[in-house]
Each structure stands twice: as structure tokens, then as C-alpha cells.
């Protein structure tokens, strides 16, 4: 059964640091990986995902992922974190027909 | 930008009680979607919707709950008669297409407290 998992409950960076908010995957055949992002009172906002093809996909908001097929990790990256980043991330798998499989989220919070 | 809403934000009901939660999907989306959160648990797939009717459903969408597209704009999730572990948030959510690839576009969610 597809499985995805996020090993860190909380994310604590400073503003203007590099973020990763970490991410691993078990699925068989070729994995459709997304990065969702929800801020407080707000839906699931879709920042990014990978298909196939480059390894490092560029999403929404200066944010980035990259898809490591042999650590099966896929990890969320930013240069340069902003306050307003804060927020909670989610790495989701999908099946072929469209079901979303969710990893349990991560806090990301960059203090000024 | 379009976007999903959901109605009511917070629904309140007693056990045994039947709920209506109610979103209005993208209007070019063809693929709708349920997902709820139970308290400190994932995010959980419940059902696609596509064409009038169920294209996929998870364990948990039993016969207790069901799906419609009354008009051309609404996408319902029933519960007919609910249960305290029902008590959870519910994302609705749509895309374009059905396909693993399309990303799916989610509403605010409505928080059910069932008491």
C-alpha cells in the first residue's frame, strides 16, 4: 500500500536561513508527489509536484523539491525562508485514479 | 482566482443526527473529492466523484454516508446518521481531470462536532 512520511512534527528556522521540511515515500511504480501547503482558516494550497522527469521541481512562493527515486525521499526546500512561510506542509502521494494518500504534516515556523 | 468553497465553516450536531456538508467545486472541474481529518490523525481520502457518480471509495464511506451533485454548481457529502468518531474536519475538494497527476484544488474545510 502507498505510504508517505513526514519524520518531523515541527520546523523551527530563522528568517533569511535555507528550510527543509523532509519527506518520504513508499509506493510502487512511478510516484505522482505532491507539496501542499495550508495556512490558518485557509484550504490545502498546492505549492508544487513531481511527475516525471527533472529531479528538482520549482513550485509556487520561491519553493522547491527534489525527487530522490533511490532514497525515496522528496524533500521541500527554500533558500531563503520568510516569516510568512510559517505554515503547515503536507506531502501527499497519488494513486493512478486520483486518491490522495497524506503524510501526517509538518509546523514549519521561521522566526524573525 | 477561482477557488473551493465550503459551507457552514463549523457544523455542531447531536449523534444520530443527519448532516449536509456542502461545497461548490471549481467551475470547469469535472472530478470532485471528499477527505476528512480526524483530530491529530491524517488527512484521509474518502470519495471521488466524477459524472454523476462514485468513482472511488475508501473503507471508511459506508453506507452511512453518500455523495450528490444536486445542480450543476453544489457537491454534497450526507451523513445520515452520525456517530461521535465522526466528529472530524472536511476538506472537499476538485480537478480538472481524474488522472494520479492533476493536482486537486481543496476547500477551507468544515469542522463537524458531533456531541
Known amino acids: 500500500a502507498q505510504s508517505v512520511a513526514q519524520p518531523e512534527d515541527q520546523v523551527n528556522v530563522a528568517e533569511g536561513n535555507p528550510l527543509t521540511v523532509k519527506c518520504t515515500y513508499s509506493v510502487s511504480g512511478n510516484p505522482y508527489l505532491f507539496w501542499y501547503v495550508q495556512y490558518p482558516n485557509r484550504g490545502l494550497q498546492f505549492l508544487l509536484k513531481?511527475?516525471?522527469?527533472?529531479?528538482l521541481v520549482k513550485g509556487s512562493y520561491g519553493f522547491e523539491a527534489e525527487f530522490n527515486k533511490s532514497q525515496t525521499s522528496f524533500h521541500l526546500k527554500k533558500p531563503s525562508a520568510l516569516v510568512s512561510d510559517s505554515a503547515l506542509y503536507f506531502c501527499?502521494?497519488?494513486?493512478?485514479?486520483?486518491?490522495?494518500?497524506f503524510g501526517q504534516g509538518t509546523t514549519l515556523q521561521v522566526k524573525p | 482566482e477561482p477557488e473551493v468553497t465550503q459551507t457552514p465553516s463549523h457544523q455542531v450536531t447531536q449523534m444520530g443526527q443527519e448532516v449536509i456538508l456542502r461545497c461548490v467545486p471549481i467551475?470547469?472541474?469535472?472530478?470532485f473529492y471528499w477527505y476528512r481529518q480526524i483530530l491529530g490523525q491524517k488527512v484521509e481520502f474518502l470519495v471521488s466523484?466524477?459524472?454523476?457518480?462514485?468513482?472511488?471509495k475508501s473503507e471508511i464511506f459506508d453506507d452511512q454516508f453518500s455523495v450528490e451533485r444536486p445542480d450543476g454548481s453544489n457537491f454534497t457529502l450526507k451523513i445520515r446518521s452520525t456517530k461521535l468518531e465522526d466528529s472530524a474536519m472536511y476538506f472537499c475538494?476538485?480537478?480538472?481531470?481524474?488522472?494520479?497527476?492533476?493536482?486537486?484544488?481543496f476547500g477551507p474545510g468544515t469542522r463537524l462536532t458531533v456531541l
Open positions: 475538494a476538485s480537478s480538472i481531470q481524474g488522472a494520479g497527476y492533476n493536482e486537486q484544488f
Open positions: 513531481y511527475i516525471t522527469g527533472d529531479n
Open positions: 467551475s470547469n472541474h469535472l472530478y
Open positions: 466523484f466524477y459524472n454523476n457518480e462514485i468513482s472511488e
Open positions: 501527499v502521494s497519488s494513486s493512478n485514479t486520483g486518491k490522495l494518500i
